[in-house]
């Protein structure tokens, strides 16, 4: 693997590191990144609002948006947006989690940790691959993957996959609304050139398409609104709130049309001492979309939503390895242009809680950001020196720099009998003129150092000291203006990786000291972003795996406490009464105290047609996990288990396999994201899926 930026075994890297092979990959149906939190220890979030968000020992989640906390990399490319990750992940070799903060070598936003996607590179003979599949909820793919070389220095591969779900996991029971959600379809394309213009240099090109349309961002009402609320809002008394699992009741138009276009460029010149690696790459992501943000059918605050991104990134990498010493120094560079459009309309008017004024039937609410750049330069370097034969110091540094520039137009429009007037926003800038544009800088250095000892050639043990600088930036959609500051982490880890025989045995135990984390809010009609003071984060895991034969073994386990220290007082608008609230003490979001997976498979003798099957299940738990800050168990998602499970048959030759797979088998309904609504009084949630069984058909050729 190439965690440390330079090819190392899994087991001799002094972190805790989660290596998924294309084989697991496939024998699991890992088909985006929120599919890893059931194998990889401390993972956890999932699609919320219809992106991925995720969060490596309770660091990691934000708003959408803005910044991920878990960096995610494609072939070396840093992905500003978790959303442009989410559609591209097709023909992986391998997945790579590095958990705890990558300050060092990865820099900004890899509070949490990083993830590595490794896509399959050119092969040197005509082959490849076709996979097709269809579910239950009439749900199909087929993918494949196509090696054309050219000549023995020159490789051609295309990927491609069609996806499709007829079918929503969602249930409107409005029977005059826009239908059920979550569903769609989606396409995806890929073509890597790869070239060796010398003894030792190699050159690839990589350029990929993808395509995402249907009903996916969506929100679900939970539980009946409060009587402020109602009296706020008597609309709601007409309204149909739903009363089970995975229903909606709105009636407002929802629908997604998301695009991704990428062009990467590696150069690689390694003699085997010294090496250099170029990894230059541009971006193109647009996404336009529509939801009914009340989620009911009395059209209280339908949404468009109109976002692209231009991304341009340069990474240059030098190694060296010669005698004691083993060093990586690098520079990166990112421009990144961002255009944000957003507008609720208002039909029948609404009220906040807790605000005695509201907006009049046919009002709009505009924010407009456009554009939002952000400039970011770094240096690094990172070592290994061999003190002894079995003793490794650890040391690094990086520097980083970010500007950010943003210019909004934001306003609202009130319906009056003389016609539409508009109210200029008091925190613009300028409010003569409602535009406004402000600028902000961060800037980071953040060490690593730490001790490795080879107590043998199977056992290796470690101790680190490292930091993570996670951006800061602006809330386009709360204000002109309205800013948010960085984070800090710094994290404390130990921990032992041993290979005994056919047994893996890595443990670890860390302790993070949080400062000015990035809390959600929803705040009016918008998700914005404030910093808590800060938080403290512990822990201990366990993962290993063990293989006899027929049989593979795999699991393990996690015990956190991640919870929000002193000083930070928030105002829920569902408890109003309550006043300010004290949240030391309490749970961060998507941080459970406990999570576990454990996963078995076993492979016969030829039973039929000469092919073997192979048995595989898989169990992952999670305990209680809270939402929201103020530790109230409405806004949690009690603890729950998923039951996965597979039989695969494949021919003497490997060429032809016939996978029967079922996912979530008991049919646990269970939430992946809450948020409030200060105009319901309610709260909405994001579903995970519900149970599913199919039928996949694969060729390799």
Request: glycine share 10%.
């Amino acid at each position: 693997m190439t965690a440390n930026k330079r090819e190392q075994n899994v087991q001799d890297v002094p972190s805790s590191v989660t290596a998924v092979t294309a084989e697991t990959l496939e024998a699991r149906g890992v088909s985006d990144p929120s599919d890893l939190i059931a194998i990889v220890p401390n993972l956890s979030g999932g699609t919320s609002r219809g992106d991925t968000a995720l969060a490596i020992r309770g660091v990691g989640l934000t708003v959408l948006g803005s910044s991920p906390g878990v960096a995610i990399h494609v072939d070396g490319v840093y992905q500003p947006r978790p959303q442009m990750a989410d559609i591209a992940q097709v023909d992986i070799g391998q997945v790579e989690v590095l958990r705890g903060p990558q300050g060092t070598l990865y820099g900004r936003n890899a509070n949490g940790g990083v993830i590595n996607f490794k896509t399959t590179k050119p092969g040197s003979e005509v082959g490849g691959y076709v996979r097709a599949s269809y579910a239950t909820f009439d749900e199909y793919k087929i993918e494949g993957g196509l090696d054309l070389p050219i000549s023995d220095a020159v490789r051609v591969r295309f990927t491609g996959k069609r996806w499709e779900r007829g079918k929503g996991f969602v249930k409107n029971i409005n029977p005059n609304g826009s239908g059920d959600v979550d569903k769609g379809d989606s396409l995806f394309g890929r073509i890597h050139l790869e070239a060796d213009l010398g003894p030792d240099v190699t050159a690839s090109l990589i350029g990929t398409f993808a395509r995402r349309r249907g009903e996916f961002i969506y929100f679900t009402q939970v539980g009946t609104p409060l009587p402020q609320a109602v009296a706020q809002n008597p609309i709601l008394n007409t309204a149909t709130f739903p009363t089970r699992a995975r229903q909606t009741a709105q009636n407002d138009p929802v629908s997604q049309n998301r695009r991704y276009k990428g062009i990467t460029g590696i150069l690689e010149w390694n003699s085997g001492d010294f090496g250099i690696k170029s990894i230059t790459a541009y971006q193109h992501y647009k996404d336009e979309f529509s939801a009914d943000f009340d989620a009911l059918d009395v059209s209280q605050s339908p949404r468009q939503d109109q976002q692209e991104a231009k991304t341009f990134t340069q990474e240059l990498n030098f190694t060296l390895n010669t005698g004691p010493l083993k060093a990586v120094v690098g520079g990166f560079y990112m421009d990144d242009e961002f255009s944000n459009k957003l507008d609720f309309q208002f039909p029948v008017g609404i009220f906040q809680l807790g605000s005695p004024a509201g907006l009049p039937p046919g009002s709009t609410l505009s924010f407009s950001s456009d554009p939002y750049k952000t400039k970011s330069k770094a240096v690094f370097a990172d070592f290994t020196v061999d003190v002894t034969d079995r003793l490794l110091l650890l040391g690094g540094i990086r520097y980083s720099e970010d500007s950010q520039r943003i210019r909004e137009v934001n306003g609202i429009f009130v319906q009056t009998p003389g016609g539409p007037f508009q109210i200029p926003p008091t925190a613009c800038p300028n409010p003569n003129n409602l535009t406004g544009e402000s600028a902000v800088k961060f800037s980071s250095t953040t060490p690593r150092v730490g001790l490795q000892y080879r107590a043998s050639d199977d056992s290796n043990l470690y101790a680190s000291y490292s930091q993570g600088f996670k951006i800061g930036g602006f809330n386009y959609r709360g204000g002109c203006g309205a800013s948010y500051g960085s984070e800090k982490l710094t994290a404390y880890e130990i921990g032992s990786k041993n290979q005994f025989g056919d047994l893996t045995l890595n443990v670890a135990g860390f302790y993070y000291d949080y400062k000015d984390l990035q809390v959600e809010q929803l705040v009016g009609f918008s998700f914005v972003l404030n910093n808590a003071p800060k938080a403290k984060v512990y822990g201990a895991e366990v993962e290993t795996s063990y293989r006899a034969g027929p049989l593979t073994l795999n699991a393990n386990a996690s015990l956190m406490s991640a919870r929000y220290g002193a000083g930070f007082l928030n105002l829920d608008l569902l408890d109003a009464a309550a006043g300010l609230q004290n949240t030391d003490g309490n749970a961060l979001s998507n941080a459970p105290d406990f999570s576990a997976n454990i996963g078995a498979s076993y492979e016969t003798d030829p039973v039929i047609a000469g092919g073997a099957l192979t048995f595989r299940a898989d169990l992952s738990y999670k305990s209680r996990i809270f939402f929201r800050e103020f530790g109230n168990n409405a806004d949690s998602q009690p603890g729950y288990a998923l039951v996965d499970a597979s039989v695969t048959w494949r021919s003497e030759d490997e060429r032809f396999s016939v996978r029967a797979f079922g996912r979530n088998l008991t049919g646990k309904d269970y939430f992946q994201s809450l948020a409030s609504s200060s105009s319901t009084g309610t709260r909405f949630v994001t579903w995970g899926s519900p149970r599913q069984v199919g039928l996949e058909l694969g060729l390799n050729f």
